[in-house]
């Protein structure tokens, strides 16, 4: 059926009271105004739910890197490993290299 008539339908049942239709006319536009706000509904709940999932997701997220930059955070002697990578590189730079790129300054 066509769209345009389901919404005539549902306007005109909209408009005026159920008892003002004879019978076979007001089933037609109560089935059609029920029909168009059953969709109407649904659509809402469906993007509803998409929102929530969109935030739970991103709080998933956040969590997670927070963890992450937790773990990262808790590595015992860590500065003294970077100090020792950063004093060897630079004290030994180019044996560090590759081979091929030992000609170039870095």
């Given at each position: 059926?066509?769209?345009?008539?389901?919404?005539?339908?549902?306007?005109?049942a909209?408009?005026?009271?159920?008892?003002?239709?004879?019978?076979?006319?007001?089933?037609?536009?109560?089935?059609?105004?029920?029909?168009?706000?059953?969709?109407?509904?649904?659509?809402?709940?469906?993007?509803?739910?998409?929102?929530?999932?969109?935030?739970?997701?991103?709080?998933?997220?956040?969590?997670?890197?927070?963890?992450?930059?937790?773990?990262?955070?808790?590595?015992?002697?860590?500065?003294?490993?970077?100090?020792?990578?950063?004093?060897?590189?630079?004290?030994?730079?180019?044996r560090?290299?590759?081979?091929?790129?030992?000609?170039l300054?870095?």
């Open positions: 059926m066509s769209e345009k008539i389901v919404a005539a339908w549902r306007s005109r909209a408009r005026m009271y159920p008892s003002d239709f004879a019978e076979p006319v007001r089933y037609t536009l109560l089935a059609a105004l029920c029909w168009t706000r059953q969709a109407e509904l649904i659509d809402g709940l469906v993007e509803l739910l998409i929102r929530l999932i969109h935030r739970i997701n991103a709080r998933a997220e956040k969590r997670v890197e927070k963890e992450l930059i937790g773990e990262l955070t808790a590595v015992p002697g860590k500065k003294g490993i970077l100090r020792r990578m950063v004093d060897a590189s630079l004290a030994d730079g180019d560090l290299r590759h081979p091929e790129q030992r000609h300054a870095y």
